[in-house]
């Protein structure tokens, strides 16, 4: 009977593993989108023509926030409610960099590494 349960034990250790491997689940898309419950898209992850990031957008539709990669960036934006860019943290092969801007567009903190002139 000792036997047996091993043996039962043993069998199981081998084929569970290997049976929930080949029916693991690999979903490929190029977005998903999250709707509101008035249908309204709030939330986008997926490819663009530029390449792939994570878009969120008000309950007007505008998009506040971004975090993409374009070409060689990779960058993090926050947009006010009027479309204004107000934080930029963007990383390249030359260094990284950390804007903030005022209502206006204007700069009003920079910080960059590598300093580049």
Do not use: H
């Not at 290997?18 to 709707?35: G, L, P, S």
């Not at 878009?55 to 505008?62: I, K, M, S, T, W």
């Not at 943290?89 to 960059?112: H, P």
């Amino acid at each position: 009977m000792k036997r047996i349960a091993i043996l039962v034990i043993m069998t199981m250790l081998i084929l569970v593993p290997a049976w929930a491997q080949e029916n693991k689940r690999v979903i490929r898309a190029t977005a998903f989108v999250v709707e509101d419950d008035q249908g309204r898209e709030r939330a986008k992850l997926g490819m663009t023509s530029e390449g792939p990031g994570l878009l969120l957008y008000d309950e007007d539709g505008n998009c506040r926030f971004a975090f993409e990669t374009v070409d060689d960036v990779t960058y993090l934006m926050m947009v006010d409610e009027n479309g204004a860019a107000r934080l930029m943290l963007s990383v390249t092969e030359y260094g990284s960099a950390l804007v903030i801007y005022d209502e206006n567009r204007k700069i009003i903190w920079k910080e960059q590494y590598p300093i580049l002139e």
